[in-house]
């Protein structure tokens, strides 16, 4: 009687023996014994002979885990991104020299046996038996397929991994249990077929296709003999024998795979030794896996629609469940992302700012009505290297940003001016507006208790000539600090905050804004998006769209095709149409004579507003035209560079003003983006200008608290620039509309360089 192990355990004689008693045993589990049916995964392995009946015969083919392909809204490839490159295809579609180079090497009676070969069981039975352990295996390509069903199941868990790869008999045991179903259920060619499409190939490709573009850059139904007996013999060790390593090895173990395939005759000696003569002949694809490969710089688009994927609700419940779906990938993402846009958006970008400048610049487009992103760059590529970047200064922290929004400084004053007009206040509404004064207090809140001015806070204008008083157009388009908090003592900071909540605008940190009335200057951070969206609602007579990324998805499990649920833009009045409309009249003025000149487009209507922040960390330019939305802020992530005596782009600048920097940004990338498009116009309104003309504020073309102003000397005839040339007169630099009854000439006299930047 066999002695057993001083442990107690077996020899590997009596291991091998009940082995052997298993596969003997295996004719009556197919012929019907009562087996429990649960899901196969996830068990441990077992580890006697004895546990044969308890294991569940239910064995589900996992869903094998594919790459992804991200789309733009022309269908065209942005970036493909996977846990494990993998595409799945048909039969039909692999190459016979490679189904019989594997099937020589790794199972040459496949197609004679059963699911476990008894022959091959003896034979290991016997050399195991004389070295005392696990020497050869005799696993067939079934018995293989179902190891990698656990492997896969296992995902990059390394435990389960160690588990579903363990050389114990209980796994053994189980492994040829499923085999013996598989058998049944799927026969010869689809088992080849599964096992083809799961295998590791090394270099990162699971499955034969993408083994075959990794090596020679072909389908793999295009693969010829000796580069089908390349791959087929990378199998039994990926790493020993990676031809892009070791040529040698891979070479040696080619050939081998050659002769045996001349050994069972599936090919003749004559042409085993031809191809044996013959070179790897490598065509080695790198692989491209993640956002960072994206085209047209649309890196940091291609991990927002990532995080919108792992993050919304749409796609499953909990994360872990969004995750999953993620990883198994096999998914076709189309995209709302405009190629024509996000191509101008890189070129303006590239143009005006160096990616190893002190400051960086984001550029967001979205399309009015729609909520659709159109396209998203910045200055600083997607990366880890040296003027590289992983963060995405465009969107908030909870979706890739580089931290909490920038502050907006006075592109924050339309939404304080939009809760006034929808308070009932009118567009001709005026204010003192010295140039410095004590923040107004009280100033009532939402709730019972008023902000109160505690410690005697103050707030100046930019430019000392900024003096009031000023009506809410000239107030605007010189970006007038003290006029816009006057407006909010006024109304109180309950109507804002209700404006800037319909216009979906929150800090970078998903925060509500604090109410306070210094909300007016923009002085907390927001994202780009966040930006680009609400202004959106201003072009698109007042419906605010919430910003989507995704149009469709499919996916591909087991060759069959589904489509899945993506989120959808959900849009909602956010004011009336009077009051976007006076909106839209009072930005236009702001590119046709006020601080933002040097954004104005010069073929369609345009309007859009400047900011500029405490010690010029931060430059804004937010824009918009009847059918596109732009944002764009030029800084420092670490709001720690003060843009003054700084070179951006190779062009020195004394002091960053909004108008000045992203203002020309906002100009190309909108007039790229816009070419060839429609150029619909605004329903501008009439408002009426202060009886009294000021001829004031000789500084710079300024903006926000801390830009200078534009010239406004005088009261001449001054021309617009928002696509259709008007004459009209100027007051302060700010153009008034013809009125509607005649003026004799000369009646109205100036020094004629009313309008123009000084």
């Keep these: 009687m066999p002695k057993k192990r001083s442990g107690g355990g077996l020899s590997a004689t009596q291991q091998a023996a009940k082995f052997l008693g298993v596969s003997v045993l295996a004719g009556a589990v197919m012929a019907g014994i009562a087996l429990p049916a649960v899901g196969a995964f996830g068990l441990a392995a077992k580890g006697s002979v004895q546990g044969f009946d308890e294991i569940p015969d239910n064995l589900k083919s996992p869903a094998l885990s594919q790459r992804t392909t991200i789309l733009d809204s022309q269908g065209d490839q942005i970036a493909t991104v996977y846990s494990r490159d993998r595409t799945v295809v048909d039969l039909k579609d692999i190459s016979p020299y490679m189904q019989k180079a594997i099937v020589a090497i790794e199972d040459s009676r496949f197609y004679q046996h059963g699911a476990i070969d008894l022959k091959g069981v003896l034979r290991a039975v016997n050399q195991n038996a004389q070295n005392g352990g696990v020497a050869q295996g005799a696993s067939t390509l079934t018995q293989q397929l179902v190891k990698n069903y656990f492997v896969e199941e296992a995902g990059d868990d390394p435990t389960k991994v160690a588990q579903a790869t363990q050389q114990t008999l209980g796994r053994k045991i189980r492994e040829l249990k499923y085999a013996i179903q598989l058998e049944e259920k799927l026969g010869k060619k689809k088992i080849l077929e599964n096992y083809l499409n799961i295998t590791f190939f090394g270099e990162q490709a699971y499955g034969i296709e993408a083994a075959a573009q990794r090596y020679f850059s072909k389908p793999a139904k295009d693969l010829d003999l000796q580069q089908s007996a390349l791959l087929a013999g990378i199998v039994q060790s990926p790493s020993r024998y990676d031809p892009v390593n070791d040529e ?138 040296k003027n590289e970047t992983e963060y995405n200064y465009s969107v908030n922290y909870d979706m890739g940003g580089s931290n909490y929004g920038f502050p907006t400084g006075s592109t924050f004053k339309p939404f304080v001016a939009a809760a006034a007009l929808e308070q009932g206040l009118p567009a001709t509404q005026e204010y003192s507006s010295p140039n410095k004064m004590p923040y107004p207090s009280p100033v009532q809140t939402c709730g019972s208790k008023p902000w109160t001015n505690q410690a005697n806070e103050q707030v100046p204008n930019e430019s000392a000539s900024e003096v009031g008083p000023y009506r809410l157009k000239e107030a605007m388009a010189k970006s007038v600090n003290t006029y816009f908090v006057q407006m909010i003592s006024d109304i109180g900071l309950c109507p804002v905050m209700n404006q800037i909540d319909k216009l979906g605008v ?51 499990i087991n060759g069959k095709q589904k489509s899945l649920e993506v989120p959808k833009s959900t849009c909602q009045r956010a004011m009336s149409e009077k009051t976007a409309d006076t909106i839209n009249t009072l930005l236009s003025g702001v590119i046709d004579s006020g601080t933002g000149q040097q954004a104005g487009l010069t073929d369609r209507a345009n309007a859009g507003k400047t900011g500029t922040t405490d010690e010029r960390k931060n430059a804004w330019f937010v824009g918009y035209t009847p059918n596109l939305s732009g944002a764009v802020w030029v800084g420092s992530a670490t709001q720690k560079v003060k843009m003054v005596n700084i070179k951006i782009g190779g062009v020195y600048r004394y002091k960053v003003y909004g108008g000045q920097v992203p203002g020309p940004i906002w100009r190309d990338l909108m007039t790229g983006a816009l070419t060839g498009k429609e150029a619909p116009s605004f329903n501008l309104v009439d408002i009426p200008d202060a009886d009294k003309n000021k001829g004031h504020d000789d500084g710079n073309n300024g903006d926000g608290n ?50 123009q930047r000084g």
């Design 706 to 755: 801390n830009n200078g102003n534009g010239n406004g000397n005088g009261n001449g005839n001054g021309n617009s620039t928002n696509g259709t040339t008007t004459s009209g007169q100027t007051d302060g630099g700010v153009v008034i509309p013809t009125p509607s009854f005649s003026i004799p000439e000369g009646l109205i006299q100036g020094n004629g360089n009313g309008g």
């Design 248 to 385: 040698a090895e891979a070479t040696k173990r080619r050939n081998t795979v050659l002769q045996r395939m001349a050994e069972v005759h599936d090919i003749s000696q004559q042409e085993a030794d031809a191809a044996k003569k013959k070179k790897l002949g490598l065509h080695v694809s790198q692989p491209k896996n993640g956002c960072i490969t994206a085209v047209k710089g649309a890196s940091f688009f291609c991990k927002y629609v990532e995080h919108v994927f792992l993050s919304d609700p749409v796609f499953g419940k909990t994360k872990e469940e969004r995750a999953k779906i993620w990883n198994q990938g096999g998914l076709t993402i189309r995209t709302t992302l405009d190629p024509q846009s996000q191509e101008s958006i890189q070129a303006s970008l590239k143009s005006h700012v160096n990616k190893s400048d002190k400051v960086a610049a984001a550029a967001t487009l979205v399309q009015p009505g729609t909520g659709k992103i159109l396209g998203m760059g910045q200055s600083k590529p997607y990366g880890y290297g």
């Design 506 to 556: 929150v800090q970078g940190n998903g925060d509500k804004l604090p109410q306070v009335p210094s909300i007016a200057l923009g002085a907390k951070g927001i994202s780009p998006l966040t930006m680009a969206t609400a202004y959106a609602a201003f072009a698109s007579r007042g419906m605010y769209c919430t910003p989507v990324a995704i149009e469709s998805i499919t996916q591909k």
